[in-house]
């Protein structure tokens, strides 16, 4: 098992940045990869960037050049910075991970942390 808890989120305006870190406890050995999602109201879950233990980073077309993903195997978090966020980028951010990496960044991942909430006004 793996227990992920997500911290950052909060309330900025528009054109402001906010870091998002997650911290993965439990068998974290067994990760392939994790990587942030975002669910914004009314709308599905969508994936925002990974990475895979093999070095493959990725991330959506409407973060790039915005989010970059960090990851410190030593402290074993995940960190999302966030730059030039603007209203769209409001929603519930998740950390995930997964012991499976087929080479893609998946849809859905096997354990998921709780979320924290990123608003930003305009």
């Known amino acids: 098992q793996v227990q992920l808890v997500e911290s950052g989120g909060g309330l900025v305006q528009a054109g402001g940045s906010l870091r998002l870190s997650c911290v993965l406890s439990?068998?974290?050995?067994?990760?392939?990869?994790m990587g942030w999602y975002r669910q914004a109201p009314g709308k599905q879950r969508e994936f925002v960037a990974g990475f895979a233990t093999t070095g493959t980073k990725g991330s959506s077309d409407f973060v790039k050049g915005r989010f970059t993903i960090f990851r410190d195997v030593a402290k074993n978090t995940l960190d999302l910075q966030m730059n030039s966020l603007n209203p769209e980028d409001t929603a519930v951010y998740y950390c995930?991970?997964?012991?499976?990496?087929?080479?893609?960044?998946?849809?859905?991942?096997?354990?998921w942390g709780k979320g924290t909430l990123v608003t930003v006004s305009s």
């Open positions: 995930a991970a997964d012991p499976k990496w087929a080479g893609v960044f998946p849809r859905d991942m096997n354990y």
């Open positions: 439990g068998d974290v050995f067994s990760i392939k990869v």
